[in-house]
């Protein structure tokens, strides 16, 4: 973060230029600003990665937030660098040196990509599709998804822009598509929200992932895993429909109004708007929806595959689930970012 800043939204992470509260996209786009007890965030979700960003302007050395990818987790710093670390396997943790200062992020299987200051996408990790090779001609961009082994960017223009693997369709873009204010990536998905509010989705719906319910209404955010579709509708009221294996569709009943949420891979998590307190389901192998007891009031929360992150009030980053590959070791970046101190 800068002086100007971070807002917070579940899919990326950026930040506002002087004077100007960004909208749109992967990290914006559609998303709503929220504001309680000084600690401003703007949560909006994408996928298996749903980036998660606190703004606070007081504490310039703090982290600005954290995004959990399937097996890897990036955060960034007040200043927007960003440090990545858990599975390193196809370099998705090895951030360029020239880099530079990050507006927003997007994790996912085993890439990551970036928007710089200047609107420039930045992709890393496996390329084995492509999914790495940003277009020369795409130009700046306002916010990015990453999906297994495709990646989607939308454009200044609002335009979508998707390169990576076919297969199944997820960048096979709907001709009727027009404008969008925000997507999510999935396994072999795709959801964006159009600028009048409808959700779109295409690709792989063998799970009926893509199946977008007709009774769904105005939606405002939408979140993605690996098969199953998550929307946030403008009451407040959350719907997930697709592969419901492990029950990641079946919201609970009393949960009420949700203010922020996303999709992890096969689980799904959601923050009351009433109370403030963190909710998982869905598979929870890995202890992915075992919220610590004492977690308290939750502004943000990203899901990966066995492993989750939640963002408190106060700023701190807590993880959870499975911490096979360091995944969890917010600690790491703490110390790398110089926000904190090695374990004792």
């Known amino acids: 973060?800068?002086?100007?800043?971070?807002?917070?939204?579940a899919g990326s992470l950026r930040r506002p230029a002087p004077g100007r509260l960004l909208r749109g996209g992967s990290f914006g786009a559609g998303a709503r600003l929220w504001r309680r007890q000084g600690i401003s965030w703007w949560l909006k979700?994408?996928?298996?990665?749903?980036?998660?960003?606190?703004?606070?302007?007081?504490?310039?050395?703090?982290?600005?937030?954290?995004?959990?990818?399937?097996?890897?987790?990036?955060?960034?710093?007040?200043?927007?660098?960003l440090f990545c670390f858990g599975n390193n396997r196809h370099g998705q943790c090895s951030v360029p040196l020239d880099l530079g200062p990050v507006l927003s992020v997007s994790t996912g299987k085993s890439h990551t990509?970036?928007?710089?200051?200047?609107?420039?996408?930045?992709?890393?990790?496996?390329?084995?599709?492509?999914?790495c090779d940003v277009p020369e001609s795409l130009g700046a961009v306002l916010d990015v998804a990453v999906g297994n082994y495709h990646t989607c960017a939308i454009k200044t223009d609002g335009q979508l822009a998707c390169f990576g693997s076919g297969d199944d369709g997820p960048v096979l873009l709907p001709s009727h598509l027009g404008a969008v204010t925000m997507v999510s990536a999935g396994t072999a998905h795709t959801c964006t929200v159009t600028a009048d509010g409808?959700?779109?989705?295409?690709?792989?719906?063998r799970y009926g992932q893509c199946n977008v319910p007709e009774a769904l209404g105005l939606v405002v955010e939408t979140s993605v895993g690996s098969a199953h579709s998550c929307a946030l509708q403008a009451e407040g009221e959350l719907a997930c429909f697709?592969?419901?294996?492990?029950?990641?569709?079946?919201?609970?009943?009393?949960?009420?109004?949700?203010?922020?949420?996303?999709?992890?891979?096969?689980?799904?998590?959601?923050?009351?708007?009433?109370?403030?307190?963190?909710e998982c389901f869905g598979d929870n192998s890995d202890g992915q929806c075992n919220v610590p007891r004492d977690l308290g009031t939750v502004v943000a929360v990203s899901a990966g595959a066995g492993h989750t992150c939640a963002v408190c009030a106060g700023g701190e980053v807590i993880c959870f689930g499975s911490n096979d590959c360091g995944q969890r070791d917010v600690w790491r970046a703490e110390v790398f970012l110089g926000t904190g101190r090695p374990e004792e």
């Open 1 to 9: 973060m800068t002086g100007h800043g971070w807002s917070m939204a």
């Open 242 to 278: 697709g592969d419901n294996t492990h029950g990641q569709c079946d919201v609970p009943e009393d949960l009420g109004p949700v203010k922020v949420f996303c999709a992890g891979a096969a689980h799904t998590c959601a923050v009351s708007a009433r109370t403030g307190q963190l």
């Open 45 to 81: 979700t994408r996928s298996i990665e749903c980036l998660v960003i606190v703004m606070q302007a007081a504490f310039s050395d703090s982290l600005a937030g954290a995004e959990a990818g399937e097996r890897h987790t990036c955060v960034t710093s007040a200043q927007g660098q």
């Open 113 to 131: 990509c970036a928007v710089q200051v200047s609107g420039q996408l930045v992709c890393f990790g496996e390329n084995e599709y492509g999914q």
């Open 198 to 205: 409808e959700l779109v989705c295409f690709g792989d719906n």
